[in-house]
DNA sequence: TCTGGGGTCCTAGGACCC
DNA sequence: TCTGGGGTCCTAGGACCC
């Protein structure tokens, strides 16, 4: 068997930890710059506010019916996602990290136990030991226990556990579970079944398997068998290195200067680079793109990218800021108001056992050593101390007008508490 | 006025090899 | 009239996820 644990309404929930006046209020959490929901309570959800939609076009909802609105709080999130995380490592011999909000359990082997007990019993632990609340889905494949732990949300019997596995019980629930809902199947693949009379997550399942493989490819055959209960999805406990590492924003308002764009744009290299240090990895390729406002259809258009190879495999901010630097000079374009811009890392490989040729070997060794001096000192300080000149002393243009204190990684923000 | 930021995997087609 | 038959590697684009 396989677990999910999944944070309900991740972002809002962690909201609500030191906020409990907002329980059974509608609230929402903002992309960065203050841009897009991406986050909603169940209240939120219930008056029609969909996931990415922009903020300004759902002011007149958000105002009749007095919505709490928070930007995001990134480093609060994750000191919640660390907290859930390990708590799951307690309760099961391998967890498998999946995103910010939800791990998967390996429970194999494991026959002796009461599942759905032990699905229940983890949720209540959670919520008592954090204060979110988590739905536990337990089933034979990966694919199904997300249905098992979406089953949770909608059935508040269930208390936040449920164990899916009896022939029976699965046709029942997939008889009811939309197409779309299904892990796997995306905003391409849902209309085209709808086509084809697939509504449901049983209609799919009852199709021969080289149907699928003919519409779909492996990858929906993989969800296909899932649905079966037969594994299809590898777990995978330790993550792999990244092989790409991107860093990119979208600017509060537009920029038309070089200098401050390219500002902007060291800081995105910086930020890349410090990724690649952190899981020991060189890079030999970057990346750097910066694009207009592609909804002001009326000003010039700009989505210049450029691809540069590296001299050398390295994880030097120096190096990598120089060589973004360079390669933004070469797709600006005067006169355009440049909205967005980011870099991208690829040909990532370990810096153990990398290759460089004998003449760059000081040079390594040397930058090698001040980039771990400068991490060890930006560790230990909120937002970076020690950064490279070009990045310039200004933050990334960014709106963040709601965002709640960092309650419990930053002392100085911690609200004053009376008694 | 306002529109997120990160990833992965798969496939098709072209370049190139013998 | 007629034009081989495999391979591999790389890249771009598409689809998916959160």
């Known amino acids: 068997m396989f677990a999910l644990a999944d944070c309900n309404n991740f972002f809002v ?3 609500r930890v030191f906020r409990p006046d907002l329980n059974g209020r ?9 841009g897009c929901i991406i986050a909603r309570s169940n209240e939120a959800k219930a008056l029609g506010i969909k996931m990415g939609e922009p903020l300004f076009r759902i002011r007149d909802i958000v105002q009749r019916h007095n919505v709490e609105i928070f930007s995001s709080n990134m480093t609060l999130y994750a000191d919640f996602s660390r907290r859930i995380r390990s708590i799951l490592r307690e309760s099961a011999p391998q967890i498998e990290v999946y995103s910010i909000d939800e791990a998967f359990l390996d429970l194999r082997g494991i026959d002796n136990l009461n599942f759905d007990a032990y699905a229940k019993e983890l949720s209540v632990r959670c919520r008592r030991l954090t204060g979110i609340p988590v739905s536990v889905g337990v089933a034979p494949t990966k694919t199904l226990a997300k249905i098992a732990a979406q089953l949770c949300k909608s059935y508040p019997k269930l208390r936040g556990g449920c164990f899916m596995h009896r022939a029976e019980d699965v046709e029942k629930v997939l008889k009811k579970f939309p197409i779309e809902d299904v ?6 693949s849902a209309p085209r079944l709808k086509e084809a009379g697939i509504l449901t997550a049983q209609d799919f399942r009852m199709r021969p398997e080289d149907w699928v493989m003919r519409r779909m490819g492996v990858v ?10 037969i594994p299809a999805i590898g777990f995978e406990s330790v993550s792999d290195p990244r092989q790409s590492i991107c860093n990119s924003r979208s600017f509060s308002t537009e920029i038309y200067d070089i200098a401050e764009l390219s500002e902007q744009v060291a800081k ?3 930020m890349t680079a410090e990724k690649l240090r952190e899981q020991h990895s060189v890079c030999s390729r970057l990346t750097v793109f910066a694009a207009t406002n592609r909804f002001h259809t ?5 989505c210049g990218h450029i691809c540069l190879p ?7 901010t120096i190096d990598i800021v120089r060589t973004a630097r360079e390669a933004l000079a070469e797709i600006f374009v005067r006169g355009a108001g440049y909205k967005k811009a980011g870099v991208i890392a690829s040909d990532i490989i370990p810096r ?9 070997a000081e040079h390594n060794e040397r930058h090698s050593r001040l980039m771990q001096a400068i991490d060890q000192i930006n560790r230990t300080s909120e937002g970076g101390s020690v950064t490279i000149a070009s990045e310039g002393i200004s933050a990334v243009k960014a709106n963040s007008h709601h965002r709640s204190p960092r309650y419990t990684t930053c002392w100085d923000e911690l609200p004053e508490v009376r008694i």
């Open 26 to 34: 509608p609230v929402v959490v903002l992309s960065r710059n203050d």
């Open 268 to 270: 995105f290299a910086a």
């Open 352 to 360: 153990q056992g990398c290759h460089v040729s004998m003449f760059s």
């Open 183 to 188: 892990w796997g199947i995306g905003r391409r």
């Open 298 to 302: 009326d000003d010039i258009q700009q």
């Open 310 to 316: 590296l001299v050398e495999p390295t994880d030097s």
């Open 220 to 229: 929906g055959v993989r969800t296909w068998r899932e649905l079966h209960g």
């Open 13 to 15: 929930s962690c909201e």
